[in-house]
């Protein structure tokens, strides 16, 4: 689900964010964890980024800057737990549409109605938070390698959703068709969204009309013969 990042990792040592906390296992301590990061995640989709204190989590959250310090090392290990939150959360929904597409569709114009409205569906709910988690991406190699394992699984399943239909498919270079069509859906969500570079260009259509015309575009350009 989630969008491709832009940042490439520096090196191998990256820690991932279960890494970079410390994530209590007992229920009073574990409460008081997960207030941190819904507390943190309320505050990044409030602002649209991440410029907010600790002492703003802690208030938000209920729980003292102490406890927060006993999980993370930083603001910056705390937003990365979020982070890797919100994409196991996505990773998990991924894998419902998916398999209920799978379930659902006999037909590649079936199929494209179907990923399209889920998956766009399912961006749009995340959106508020993806927005200022891909713009921390450009910078933080931890964040962009997570970012952009879960977008290889989503890709790897969509792509593998439509293999199947490749009988209807107007041309032989199915693996080519398959990766383009997944881009041209993502690109253009994402743009309408405001996920990614260009935030001004949000909103700009009909929501409904653009979930249609992209799952119509997205069969006639699979079944499209060669020029």
């Not at 749009?124 to 921390?136: G, T």
């Not at 450009?138 to 239909?165: C, N, V």
């Amino acid at each position: 689900m989630p969008p491709v990042s832009t940042a490439k990792s520096k090196n191998d040592s990256i820690s991932s964010p279960a890494e970079a906390s410390r994530v209590p296992q007992q229920g009073r301590s574990r409460a008081s964890y997960e207030r941190m990061l819904k507390a943190a995640e309320k505050l990044m989709v409030k602002r649209g980024n991440d410029d907010f204190t600790l002492t703003e989590v802690a208030k938000a959250g209920k729980v003292s800057i102490g406890s927060i310090y006993l999980r993370f090392d930083s603001k910056d290990d705390l937003i990365r737990a979020v982070h890797g939150r919100v994409l196991a959360e996505i990773g998990e929904e991924q894998d419902a549409l998916m398999k209920n597409i799978s379930d659902k569709a006999v037909s590649l114009d079936e199929f494209a109605q179907l990923f399209v409205d889920s998956y766009a569906e399912l961006l749009k709910r995340y959106s508020p938070v993806l927005r200022p988690i891909m713009f921390r991406a450009i910078y933080d190699d931890s964040i962009s390698a997570l970012g952009r394992s879960s977008a290889e699984k989503l890709t790897e399943q969509a792509e593998t959703q439509m293999l199947r239909y490749s009988s209807e498919f107007g041309r032989p270079d199915h693996n080519r068709l398959v990766g383009n069509a997944f881009r041209m859906i993502y690109y253009t969500l994402a743009r309408f969204l405001g996920l990614g570079s260009s935030p001004e260009a949000a909103n700009q259509g009909n929501w409904d009309e653009l979930k249609e015309d992209l799952a119509i575009m997205c069969a006639a350009f699979l079944r499209a013969p060669a020029p």
